[in-house]
């Protein structure tokens, strides 16, 4: 594949319709030609044709493949090593190795914007229930019967380890990110990645200082009533009630850990 360029780098001849108005005088912007070759490989990862762990090909096959020079090549891949889609390894055996997209890179780079901005774990809560709640009542719609397979296996577990408060809130943990995934919107599913990671760093940073303590000890069995409950809203196809007390739960849930007073912005959790 070559890369082409358009030949006017202003490009303000084009006719302006109702829907295609600019000001007099308006530059646009052509894309630099390494941003194209990115923007091709990264294309080609959204769309499964490289696979995560995929080596690219040689700097000198894809050059001949774009028509570029080395340095427009190893500037593309500088795009794509800032967006995580590829990793460098320096050497007689490096070379480009494939990342897919996931959850993690985004959470992350959420989660420096709540520090800047100075957001309260109160907010993060809040958005959480505001995500996970309903995704309780459209569970209870859509599930299927090994979707309760799935959730009756987490609660098991969570039983087993109701005696080590550590491994209890992991369990507990991992049943709420299952709810959403098992309601089927992936939207919903990135953005509850992104609150989750904030949301566990709290929750260990709580058990922490609170393991095994009586509110820790209520709290936990509480919760896991709650969790008890919802399957059984799940199962019977009750989604309305299914997110009543998904709410009702995550709102004491969010009591509950927001009694550390030692942590109230995302700030005082990551930085």
């Known amino acids: 594949m070559s890369v082409h360029l358009p030949a006017d780098e202003t490009a303000s001849a084009r006719p302006a319709g109702p829907d295609n108005v600019r000001p007099l005088g308006h530059r646009i912007r052509v894309p630099k030609t390494a941003e194209l070759v990115a923007a091709e490989l990264r294309r080609r990862v959204v769309r499964g044709e490289l696979a995560e762990g995929d080596a690219l090909p040689s700097e000198a096959a894809l050059m001949a493949e774009f028509a ?143 393991a095994g303590s009586p509110d820790n000890v209520r709290a936990n069995k509480r919760g896991f009533r709650a969790h008890v409950r919802l399957v059984e809203l799940v199962a019977a196809r009750q989604g309305a009630d299914a997110e009543a007390l998904w709410r009702l739960h995550l709102q004491e849930a969010e009591n509950y850990l927001l009694m550390n007073k030692s942590m109230t912005t995302v700030l005082d959790l990551l930085g």
């Open 68 to 210: 570029v020079s080395r340095p427009t090549l190893r500037e593309a891949f500088r795009v794509l090593e800032s967006e995580s889609l590829i990793s460098i390894r320096r050497g007689a055996r490096g070379g480009a190795r494939v990342h897919v997209p996931n959850g993690n890179v985004a959470a992350s780079h959420a989660g420096l914007v709540l520090e800047y901005r100075g957001t309260t774990l109160q907010d993060v809560y809040d958005a959480r229930t505001f995500i996970e709640a309903p995704c309780a009542a459209l569970l209870a719609e859509r599930r299927t019967e090994q979707d309760l397979v799935r959730l009756r296996a987490e609660v098991a577990h969570a039983e087993q380890l109701m005696d080590d408060p550590h491994a209890f809130i992991r369990a507990h943990m991992e049943f709420h990110a299952l709810v959403v995934e098992l309601a089927g919107n992936q939207t919903l599913a990135v953005l509850n990645g992104m609150v989750r990671h904030i949301i566990d760093l709290a929750n260990w940073s709580h058990v922490d200082l609170d």
